[in-house]
């Protein structure tokens, strides 16, 4: 179910396996951030209408960035680099930290269960 008001966010590493799997699990619990993910490579590789469908993108490294630029050259202008380099393994507490990191840094609500908390009075 889509989000009133959400940003559509498309994470993209190589094989959407660590970093752009993680961040795209880490974003959805934000109020205000509708996400996805893809790899420039294998089964969940990007595609156009994956780029359509985003409103911003968010390449793990350069090496992405350039890929995107070869073939997908149209979604540069709505493209950022996240600067995360492929160092961690699947499931790595490190890349949930960069990724709440990252969200606050671009002003997006704090996640949906501190929200849901608070509305039932409960305390963080």
Request: hydrophobic share 35%.
């Amino acid at each position: 179910m889509a989000k009133k008001n959400a940003r559509k966010l498309l994470f993209v590493c190589t094989a959407n396996q660590c970093r752009s799997k993680a961040f795209d699990k880490v974003l959805n619990g934000f109020e205000r951030a509708e996400c996805k993910s893809a790899g420039t490579r294998g089964g969940a590789r990007l595609t156009q209408k994956l780029v359509d469908w985003a409103d911003r993108i968010v390449v793990m490294e350069l090496r992405h960035w350039e890929w995107l630029e070869e073939n997908f050259p149209d979604a540069l202008e709505k493209t950022e680099i996240a600067g995360i380099k492929d160092i961690y393994y699947a499931g790595h507490p490190e890349l949930d930290r960069l990724a709440e990191k990252w969200a606050k840094g671009k002003g997006l609500e704090e996640r949906r269960e501190h929200i849901l908390k608070e509305k039932k009075g409960v305390k963080k």
